[in-house]
């Protein structure tokens, strides 16, 4: 009858004891959603249902209303060189670009994650920015840290798709 979240936020009591507000997340690639967890059953509930990232969770003093913090975060791929670093090309430019890892090919293209086709995959990126090309594309790859074998035929990343963390392989 419990829930099995993968991680845990803050938790506010409701005034009148008769149950939990909380943010927690079901998989590590899912953003935190607001709970109702009451008391003393434990059947928990979804109160949000969406793609924001909630934290933090606060109620006033006769729980009529709350606060949380929603987490919006924007990351994009930069190329600079080595011996100047602040005079780097932006390469991306949408929401969540590389966050889970980036990872550098032989033949020089850059292997990294992406929501840009709505769902978390994995893509490659020459180094000027041209030539993007989506990799994955099962809609639950949620790809993270790829990296790419010594010999440079395979990249190697982590996943949710079967329901827990597993390493997984694929042919570049």
Not at 5 to 12: E, G
Not at 71 to 77: E, I, R
Not at 103 to 124: F, K, M, V
Not at 128 to 153: A, E, H, I, V
Request: aromatic letters at 10%; one cysteine or more; proline letters at 6%.
């Amino acid at each position: 009858p419990f829930h099995r979240w993968n991680n845990l936020d803050r938790v506010a009591w409701l005034s009148d004891g008769s149950g939990v507000i909380t943010t927690a997340d079901d998989k590590p690639t899912e953003p935190y959603q607001i709970w109702l967890v009451p008391y003393p059953t434990g059947d928990a509930r979804l109160l949000t249902s969406d793609l924001s990232d909630y934290r933090n969770v606060s109620l006033t003093a006769d729980s009529t209303a709350l606060v949380a913090n929603v987490q919006d975060s924007t990351s994009n791929l930069w190329v600079a060189p080595f011996a100047q670093p602040g005079g780097g090309q932006q390469l991306t430019s949408s929401k969540q670009n590389g966050n889970y890892g980036v990872a550098w090919t032989p033949d020089g293209r850059i292997i990294y994650r992406s929501n840009e086709s709505a769902n978390s995959e994995l893509w490659s990126i020459s180094a000027d920015g041209r030539d993007k090309r989506q990799l994955t594309n099962d809609g639950t790859s949620k790809g993270r840290y790829p990296c790419m074998t010594p010999d440079g035929r395979h990249i190697v990343f982590d996943s949710y798709r079967s329901g827990s963390i597993q390493l997984w392989r694929m042919d570049t």
